[in-house]
């Protein structure tokens, strides 16, 4: 009798210690699916291929777009010349993918139309009273419509899907803007200035 309760305790201990070991492997063992999911995320966005063209093959003309916005290898440089200023904002056909780095310059002067000296600084006009600001949308990077002037010369890491650039300009009457006539502009502000651009490197 006390040869058969020995072998069923000695049974009994070893099935506890097999549990124990099973749920310790268990612990120890790593999470395969927090794992997997991580290294999918990382994967898709590893697996963005930036180096494409931003633009369709064919773009307006009246957008004014330099042969580099339709470069399909990083760095794409890409100047806009005389953006449109006659509405407060504009779609342009060239788009930002998520992880792009972009660096914004943006210069020259814009007719406002009135009597006088009417041009204005694009970026950072002067007797502006809070008016005649050029505008742009990074989707991913920058906030609606921000002001050049708070984007120029800094550089933004595009998050989310990315989309299209949007260029803007703030004013109370566009029917009168435009780059014909050029003058000194208020203040002689745009003497010996060029018609407004702005400049995109993406990287």
């Not at 697996?47 to 042969?67: C, D, E, G, Q, W």
């Not at 566009?174 to 502000?189: L, V």
Request: charged content about 10%; overall charge neutral; hydrophobic content about 40%.
């Amino acid at each position: 009798m006390n040869k058969r309760i020995t072998l069923v305790a000695a049974a009994a201990l070893m099935a506890a210690a097999a549990v124990s070991t099973n749920a310790g492997a268990a612990a120890a063992a790593p999470q395969h699916g927090t794992v997997a999911t991580a290294a999918r995320s990382g994967a898709a966005s590893a697996a963005i291929n930036r180096n494409v063209r931003r633009t369709p093959a064919v773009t307006p003309k009246a957008l004014s777009m330099s042969p580099g916005c339709s470069g399909t290898t990083l760095p794409i440089d890409c100047t806009i010349t005389e953006p449109v200023v006659t509405t407060l904002q504009t779609t342009y056909n060239f788009s930002f993918l998520p992880g792009d780095h972009v660096t914004v310059n943006a210069g020259g002067c814009v007719q406002t139309g009135g009597h006088g000296l009417t041009w204005k600084r694009y970026v950072d006009p002067a007797s502006d009273n809070d008016l005649y600001h050029g505008l742009i949308t990074i989707p991913g990077a920058t906030s609606n419509l921000a002001r050049l002037l708070d984007v120029v010369g800094r550089q933004y890491v595009v998050g989310g899907r990315g989309g299209s650039l949007i260029l803007g300009y703030q004013d109370d009457n566009y029917g009168d803007n435009g780059y014909t006539a050029h003058d000194n502009g208020t203040g002689n502000q745009c003497l010996n200035s060029v018609n407004a651009f702005v400049h995109i490197v993406i990287s």
